[in-house]
T-cell receptor, first 117, second 117 residues
Framework: DSGVTQTPKHLITATGQRVTLRCSPR?????VYWYQQSLDQGLQFLIQ???????AKGNILERFSAQQFPDLHSELNLSSLELGDSALYFC????????????????FGPGTRLTVL | AQKITQTQPGMFVQEKEAVTLDCTYD???????LFWYKQPSSGEMIFLIY??????QNATEGRYSLNFQKARKSANLVISASQLGDSAMYFC??????????????FGSGTRLSIRP
């Protein structure tokens, strides 16, 4: 158990809908990262938040947005869902904002499997 | 641009044998970190081992060791005395760690390792 929790575990929805995925980081971790793992794209970094502020953006679509709340939990919002959005969405957390030549492991949650029908 | 390449989509190994999973990377940043993660069929991402670009010695964690060859830009994972429970997908990942970089991490396409009894 990594200490990172994600809800829900599974989500099935229809095209055009909007869903929210939730992540609680490990106790004490200020950084939260979101990743998408799909069969055709592999594991892709989406976005990172540190202590409530956006820090880095990866291959995140405009239909997707995220935020980190004062209690450090984070939500990933996916709207106007398409079939291709079906994937496993991971949240990870770490203690640091930026690791400059130092160890900074990311701990992954169990993931949310999203199926868009 | 950052790039991680895993050239072995799948491998079969006899139980108790050692196995090497290949990973090459490309980056222009002198400061970076290399990771290996294991993803069993249950889906969670499990951190295995980390190597910093300035580390003088190869990282080791129990049965896992990282064969780091900086000049060749390779970071191969070596698993000694393989066990049935090692059957999983293995991902090599890299993060650039300069002060101007956020902790964005990119993953290779993975190697599916199957251990034969």
């Amino acid at each position: 158990d990594s200490g990172v929790t994600q809800t829900p575990k599974h989500l099935i929805t229809a095209t055009g809908q909007r869903v929210t995925l939730r992540c609680s980081p490990r106790s004490g971790d200020l950084s939260v990262y979101w990743y998408q793992q799909s069969l055709d794209q592999g594991l892709q970094f989406l976005i990172q938040y540190y202590n409530g502020e956006e820090r880095a953006k990866g291959n995140i679509l405009e239909r997707f947005s995220a935020q980190q709340f004062p209690d450090l939990h984070s939500e990933l919002n996916l709207s106007s869902l398409e079939l291709g959005d079906s994937a496993l969405y991971f949240c990870a957390s770490s203690s640091a904002e930026v690791a400059a030549s130092s160890y900074n492991e990311q701990f992954f949650g169990p993931g949310t499997r999203l199926t868009v029908l | 641009a950052q790039k991680i390449t895993q050239t072995q989509p799948g491998m079969f190994v006899q139980e108790k044998e050692a196995v090497t999973l290949d990973c090459t990377y490309d980056t222009s940043d002198p400061s970076y970190g290399l990771f290996w993660y294991k993803q069993p069929s249950s889906g969670e991402m499990i951190f295995l081992i980390y190597q910093g670009s300035y580390d003088q010695q190869n990282a080791t964690e129990g049965r896992y060791s990282l064969n780091f060859q900086k000049a060749r830009k390779s970071a191969n994972l070596v698993i000694s005395a393989s066990q049935l429970g090692d059957s999983a997908m293995y991902f090599c990942a890299m993060r650039e760690e300069g002060y101007s970089s956020a902790s964005k991490i990119i993953f290779g396409s993975g190697t599916r390792l199957s251990i034969r009894p």
